[in-house]
């Protein structure tokens, strides 16, 4: 397993589009009033966590709807967040801006039983490959100096952590995703932070 710092992982709030069932990659959609509320209860576990005491950095997406929950989020810690573009969503290429539903007729049925809803990670024919965004992630990751909060979003938020838990893709894929909570990386783990549970449970 590598040797990655103490990091608290955040994917953004709902947004329009999470609603809808639309893809959304390097294309925008404003978050809904839930993902903000959702952005605001991130904040209050980092808080719960001391991460008030923490020291910086805290980066986000540059995407809008990532850059926003963080600064919610990263408010009630008193932090401000700095912009880092290897943390953006992968590219899905031509699939943006696509309902799920209707690409599913493109997955075969094995796939789909293997990996289910997120077969498509990764499966745009022009989209960004895993080893690409592998790639980023990691530059990020080796840069660090001590534990980090980052913002990001769904598929970037899995490879960060498969990257941490030394994962190849599957496992990578299938790791558990969500809004509203934190992940906490420490002592060779990942804690899931939830506003029931704000310290966290191994998952």
């Not at 540059?62 to 573009?85: C, N, Q």
């Not at 965004?133 to 100096?145: F, P, T, Y």
Request: charged share 20%; glycine share 10%; net charge negative.
């Amino acid at each position: 397993m590598p040797n990655y710092p103490e990091l608290y992982i955040l994917r953004h709030g709902q947004t329009e589009w999470n609603v809808e069932g639309r893809m959304q990659g390097n294309l925008d959609s404003p978050l809904t009033e839930k993902g903000r509320a959702q952005a605001k209860t991130q904040g209050e576990i980092l808080r719960k966590l001391g991460q008030e005491t923490a020291p910086d950095p805290c980066l986000s997406s540059p995407k809008g709807r990532a850059f926003e929950t963080a600064r919610i989020a990263l408010s009630e810690i008193g932090r401000v967040p700095v912009v880092d573009a290897r943390l953006s969503e992968t590219d899905l290429g031509s699939w943006q801006n696509c309902l799920l539903s209707d690409l599913r007729p493109n997955c075969p049925d094995d796939l789909w039983q293997d990996l289910g809803p997120s077969w498509y990670f990764f499966n745009a024919p022009d989209g960004e490959s895993f080893e690409s965004q592998r790639a980023r992630c990691k530059s990020l990751l080796d840069g660090l100096q001590g534990p980090t909060i980052l913002v990001t979003h769904g598929i970037t938020s899995r490879v960060l952590r498969g990257l941490w838990l030394g994962l190849g893709y599957r496992d990578t894929v299938l790791l558990p995703d969500g809004q509203g909570c934190v992940f906490h990386m420490k002592n060779k783990g990942q804690w899931l932070c939830s506003s029931q549970n704000p310290t966290g449970e191994a998952c």
